[in-house]
């Protein structure tokens, strides 16, 4: 009766480690692998010749990995992906900077203590700043072709998204006297602290819709 203990308990425990090797971190069954091919072009537009596509089309897949249930993995087109997204990049454009500065004299009251009772004490504070704005305005055509190789025949979803873009930020300088009366709601809260790059304003645009689209169409099809 022993060794029949003892060869049950060692087949649990090997079927154990192999139900535990097939198994995440997260306790979960590991995603299937679905191989995807990013293929990015654009139409006599000079703008994307300053675009780095490797930097683009990674950002681009890890958008589109977001709430998957498989777990796409970028190949090139000769490596038999399953899905392939062929992307066309037109009327790309970034817009002249539009920066204005302004100068202003600002107020604030702003707490300096308590009195006697414990109730705060405010004074108001004035400084002379001056504010400059910027604008800087974007927009593309991406002409989207996302075929699923997989299904017979290939299933096939196309769109075409025309998104813009504005980024806008507030800067100060110049100040003159007490840089409390600054309040701090006067600045934007934009997506960048600093400038954006030109692929900074493509992959905007591209979130604005089509990234959605394309996952919603991934998701569809492999839930």
Not at 60 to 74: A, H, P, S, T
Not at 112 to 126: I, M, R
Not at 145 to 159: M, Q
């Given at each position: 009766m022993q060794r029949i203990s003892l060869k049950l308990t060692a087949i649990f425990v090997a079927l154990a480690l192999l139900i535990s090797c097939g198994v995440n971190k997260h306790g979960k069954l590991p995603s299937r692998i679905?191989?995807?091919?990013?293929?990015?072009?654009?139409?006599?537009?000079?703008?994307?010749?300053?675009?780095?596509?490797?930097?683009?089309?990674?950002?681009?897949?890890?958008?589109?990995?977001?709430?998957?249930?498989?777990?796409?993995?970028?190949?090139?087109?000769?490596?038999?992906?399953?899905?392939?997204?062929?992307?066309?990049?037109?009327?790309?454009?970034?817009?002249?900077?539009?920066?204005?500065?302004?100068?202003?004299?600002?107020?604030?009251?702003?707490?300096?203590?308590?009195?006697?009772?414990?109730?705060?004490?405010?004074?108001?504070?004035?400084?002379?700043?001056?504010?400059?704005?910027?604008?800087?305005?974007?927009?593309?055509?991406?002409?989207?072709?996302?075929?699923?190789?997989?299904?017979?025949?290939?299933?096939?979803?196309?769109?075409?998204?025309s998104p813009n873009y504005t980024y806008s930020n507030v800067t100060t300088s110049n100040i003159q006297g007490d840089s409390r009366a600054i309040d701090p709601g006067l600045y934007s809260a934009g997506a960048f602290n600093m400038e954006p790059r030109d692929e900074d304003f493509l992959l905007v645009l591209s979130k604005q819709e089509l990234i959605r689209r394309i996952s919603d169409e991934i998701r569809r099809r492999y839930q």
């Open positions: 679905v191989p995807i091919a990013i293929n990015i072009k654009s139409d006599d537009n000079s703008r994307l010749g300053l675009i780095n596509t490797d930097y683009y089309r990674f950002q681009l897949l890890d958008d589109l990995r977001d709430f998957q249930k498989v777990d796409l993995k970028l190949v090139d087109a000769d490596e038999k992906p399953e899905v392939v997204l062929d992307l066309t990049i037109d009327n790309f454009i970034i817009w002249p900077k539009d920066e204005r500065t302004s100068r202003r004299t600002l107020r604030r009251n702003v707490q300096v203590g308590t009195d006697a009772a414990g109730k705060p004490v405010y004074q108001t504070v004035t400084a002379s700043v001056d504010i400059t704005q910027t604008q800087i305005r974007s927009n593309a055509r991406f002409i989207t072709r996302l075929t699923f190789i997989g299904k017979t025949p290939p299933d096939v979803f196309e769109r075409n998204f």
